[in-house]
C-alpha cells in the first residue's frame, strides 16, 4: 500500500512523531512518504492509498496553516482513505474533529479514530508512551485496510 504523510511540525514534536510512523509504516512492509505541507501544492497532492494528516494543536485547534492547506485540498482520488494525527498540550482539544470537518466533503473515507499525542509543553518534550501509541496507531490503521 501506498501511504502519504502531510504534516505540520513548529517545534519538531510532530515531525518526530512522523518519522517514527514512517519506520513503523516501512516494518509493515509499505511503501511510505511525508512531507510538511509548506512543500505540497494543494492542488497536486501525490497519489496514494491512505493519507496521513498531521498538525500540532494551537489554542485547542489545528493552526491556520493547516487549515488552510485543509480547506483548498483537491483530491484526485475518491477511494483513498485518511487518518489524523495531533500533537496536544490537552488531551481535549478539537483538532482531530476541526481536521475532519475539512476533509468530509473530500469523498475520502476515514479509516480511524485518529490519534492525540500529549506534549508536555509548548515545545514538548513528548509524552513517554508516544512511541507505543503510534504503533497502535498503525496496527489500527492496517486493521481497516
Not at 26 to 45: F, M, Q, R, W
Not at 94 to 103: G, P, Y
Request: aromatic residues 8%.
Amino acid at each position: 500500500m501506498k501511504v502519504y504523510i502531510a504534516y505540520e511540525s513548529k517545534y519538531g514534536n510532530g515531525k518526530k512523531c512522523v518519522e517514527h510512523l514512517q519506520t513503523a509504516i516501512k516494518k509493515k512492509g509499505h511503501n511510505v512518504e511525508a512531507s510538511p505541507i509548506n512543500e505540497i501544492k494543494t492542488d497536486s497532492l501525490p497519489p496514494a492509498e491512505l493519507y496521513i494528516f498531521s498538525t500540532p494543536t494551537h489554542v485547542g485547534r489545528p493552526p491556520r496553516k493547516m487549515r488552510k492547506f485543509l480547506k483548498k485540498l483537491e483530491m484526485g482520488q475518491e477511494d483513498a482513505k485518511y487518518a489524523l494525527m495531533t500533537t496536544c498540550m490537552d488531551y481535549n482539544t478539537r483538532s482531530l474533529e476541526i481536521m475532519e470537518d475539512f476533509l468530509q466533503p473530500k469523498k475520502i473515507n476515514k479509516v480511524s479514530k485518529g490519534i492525540k499525542i500529549k506534549v508536555g509543553g509548548i515545545k514538548g518534550p513528548l509524552e513517554s508512551s508516544y512511541q507505543e501509541k503510534l504503533d497502535s496507531f498503525v496496527e489500527e490503521i492496517f486493521a481497516n485496510k
